[in-house]
């Protein structure tokens, strides 16, 4: 790799951080933190380091788990929309549309001037798919 000036390279990075700390040392500070707050802690500090870390405030128990949430419950039949059908189904609507003039999809209801189908209907039809063959399986 080629370097355009030598500014560029870890040597001057550490020449510039040694500049730094030799201006912040000749202010007297080596920290932002105040030094009479250093002064005295230091016993403190260690402490806290040496101390185990602390309890988390809640714990699980059997009255408290947290679980996975269960599926919601089977509402009955449902009134699915258009949108919904398409990403069930996996095909665009023109082709909804030839599937049920042909037979082939179970046919739309009209709620509220749009297009549903009704869920159980639609659980049939999928349910009356064929099962694709795999390699191995017996013919």
Same mark, same amino acid.
């Given at each position: 790799?080629? $370097? &355009? %000036?030598?500014?560029?390279?870890?040597?001057?990075?550490?020449?510039?951080?040694?500049? @730094?700390?030799? =201006?912040? !040392?000749?202010?007297? $500070? &080596? %920290?932002?933190?105040?030094?009479?707050?250093?002064?005295?802690?230091?016993?403190?500090? @260690?402490?806290? =380091?040496? !101390?185990?870390?602390?309890?988390?405030?809640?714990?699980?128990?059997?009255?408290?788990?947290?679980?996975?949430?269960?599926?919601?419950?089977?509402?009955?039949?449902?009134?699915?929309?258009?949108?919904?059908?398409?990403?069930?189904?996996?095909?665009?609507?023109?082709?909804?549309?030839?599937?049920?003039?042909?037979?082939?999809?179970?046919?739309?209801?009209?709620?509220?001037?749009?297009?549903?189908?009704?869920?159980?209907?639609?659980?049939?039809?999928?349910?009356?798919?064929?099962?694709?063959?795999?390699?191995?399986?017996?013919?």
């Amino acid at each position: 790799m080629r $370097r &355009t %000036s030598p500014s560029e390279g870890p040597a001057a990075q550490v020449v510039v951080a040694k500049k @730094a700390a030799d =201006a912040k !040392a000749r202010k007297g $500070r &080596t %920290s932002v933190i105040p030094p009479d707050l250093i002064e005295g802690n230091e016993q403190q500090l @260690a402490d806290e =380091a040496l !101390a185990p870390a602390k309890p988390p405030r809640f714990r699980p128990d059997e009255r408290n788990a947290q679980a996975a949430r269960a599926p919601p419950a089977q509402l009955g039949v449902r009134l699915l929309s258009k949108p919904e059908i398409l990403d069930i189904t996996g095909v665009s609507y023109p082709t909804i549309w030839a599937w049920m003039r042909a037979g082939r999809f179970p046919r739309s209801r009209i709620a509220g001037g749009k297009s549903v189908w009704r869920s159980d209907e639609v659980d049939a039809w999928l349910s009356a798919l064929p099962v694709r063959k795999l390699k191995g399986d017996a013919s």
